[in-house]
């Protein structure tokens, strides 16, 4: 199983528990199936204080210790949603846990198994609907049981919100250059409608009511239009590149914080190539390695 596949069953995993863990006097979950899903419940209800609580020591610390918004993204992908959730509890024909968490993107619905208990440990199968199966490890640790793996990986929160983190700039970065080739091709529509290239990203925006024109043709977002777009910024230009017939253009892009939406800039240059490079915050240039083939004619 891959990095990422784990990671969004472990967070699909988390969504699970949301039942009303039976506790002893001490305030400890009596069972581990309980702190599984009282670990669950606390993910899709994005309380990070409740949250911590079923991690080891250790990962606890750790997990506190982490700038917020890595900890609000950790329960993001516990949860697998992007914002804090209602949680609904039912039973199977067998008695065993199903938890919903309801969220405005979408609901997602968890289904615990039984437990297997072998002293200080416990592994509980975790059904995802419309996913695959994932098993959960816990350890009693200080009367309580805290979550130790998922399948044979065990958390080291340090570790993970690493490999999260690089996870998430990858996938800024995808979209940046997927939003660089809509603008790119917004402007080849634009040139072929009016027979001529715009003289800035405003004029491919939304149309007024009277409709497209020159000045709004209506091509891409407002917000892409105004030079932003997937955590970066873009800065266009028109070029007459030396025996060319027409005039093109070029495309620089940069992340708008570097280090969090994204590492490398971009450049879109007039024969329609794409070069990435990192360059610490600055817009992209001609220099850096290719990304994409020559554009298609």
Same mark, same amino acid.
Request: hydrophobic share 40%.
């Given at each position: 199983?891959?990095?990422?596949?784990?990671?969004?069953?472990?967070?699909?995993?988390?969504?699970?528990?949301?039942?009303? %863990?039976?506790?002893?006097?001490?305030?400890?979950?009596?069972?581990?199936?309980?702190?599984?899903?009282?670990?669950?419940?606390?993910?899709?209800?994005?309380?990070?204080?409740?949250?911590?609580?079923? #991690?080891?020591? *250790?990962?606890?610390?750790?997990?506190?210790?982490?700038?917020?918004?890595?900890?609000?993204?950790?329960?993001?992908?516990?949860?697998?949603?992007?914002?804090? @959730?209602?949680?609904?509890?039912?039973? *199977?024909?067998?008695?065993?846990?199903?938890?919903?968490?309801?969220?405005?993107?979408?609901?997602?619905? #968890?289904?615990?198994? *039984?437990?297997?208990?072998?002293?200080?440990?416990?592994?509980?199968?975790?059904?995802?609907?419309?996913?695959?199966?994932?098993?959960? @490890?816990?350890?009693?640790?200080?009367?309580?049981?805290?979550?130790?793996?998922?399948?044979?990986?065990?958390?080291?929160?340090?570790?993970?919100?690493?490999?999260?983190?690089?996870?998430?700039?990858?996938?800024?970065?995808?979209?940046?250059?997927?939003?660089?080739?809509?603008?790119?091709?917004?402007?080849?529509?634009?040139?072929?409608? #009016?027979?001529?290239?715009?003289?800035?990203?405003?004029?491919? @925006?939304?149309?007024?009511?009277?409709?497209?024109?020159?000045?709004?043709?209506?091509?891409?977002?407002?917000?892409?239009?105004?030079?932003?777009?997937?955590?970066?910024?873009?800065?266009?230009?028109?070029?007459?590149?030396?025996?060319?017939?027409?005039?093109? #253009?070029?495309?620089?892009?940069?992340?708008?914080?570097?280090?969090?939406? @994204?590492?490398?800039?971009?450049?879109?240059?007039?024969?329609?190539?794409?070069?990435?490079?990192?360059?610490?915050?600055?817009?992209?240039?001609?220099?850096?390695?290719?990304?994409?083939?020559?554009?298609? %004619?």
């Amino acid at each position: 199983m891959s990095t990422r596949t784990v990671f969004l069953a472990f967070i699909a995993f988390f969504g699970l528990c949301l039942s009303a %863990p039976a506790q002893t006097q001490d305030g400890h979950e009596s069972d581990p199936a309980s702190a599984l899903s009282a670990a669950l419940a606390a993910a899709c209800r994005a309380n990070q204080t409740q949250f911590a609580s079923y #991690f080891t020591a *250790d990962n606890a610390a750790a997990f506190r210790e982490l700038p917020d918004d890595q900890r609000v993204a950790v329960l993001k992908r516990f949860s697998l949603s992007d914002e804090p @959730g209602k949680v609904l509890l039912s039973s *199977d024909p067998q008695n065993h846990s199903v938890v919903r968490c309801e969220a405005p993107g979408g609901t997602v619905e #968890f289904r615990l198994g *039984d437990a297997r208990v072998r002293e200080n440990l416990a592994f509980i199968p975790v059904a995802v609907v419309h996913s695959e199966q994932v098993v959960f @490890g816990l350890v009693r640790e200080n009367g309580g049981w805290r979550l130790l793996s998922l399948g044979l990986v065990l958390l080291d929160i340090p570790q993970l919100s690493k490999q999260w983190a690089a996870q998430d700039i990858a996938d800024r970065e995808d979209e940046a250059i997927n939003t660089l080739r809509a603008l790119a091709d917004a402007i080849d529509t634009y040139r072929r409608a #009016f027979s001529k290239l715009p003289d800035s990203l405003a004029q491919l @925006g939304p149309a007024p009511p009277s409709g497209i024109s020159p000045e709004r043709a209506s091509l891409v977002s407002e917000h892409v239009a105004s030079g932003e777009g997937s955590g970066y910024h873009f800065r266009y230009r028109i070029v007459s590149p030396p025996g060319a017939k027409q005039d093109s #253009f070029e495309i620089a892009a940069a992340p708008d914080s570097y280090g969090k939406t @994204g590492w490398r800039s971009f450049f879109y240059d007039s024969s329609g190539k794409i070069h990435a490079a990192d360059l610490h915050g600055a817009l992209g240039t001609g220099d850096g390695p290719l990304i994409s083939v020559e554009k298609a %004619p």
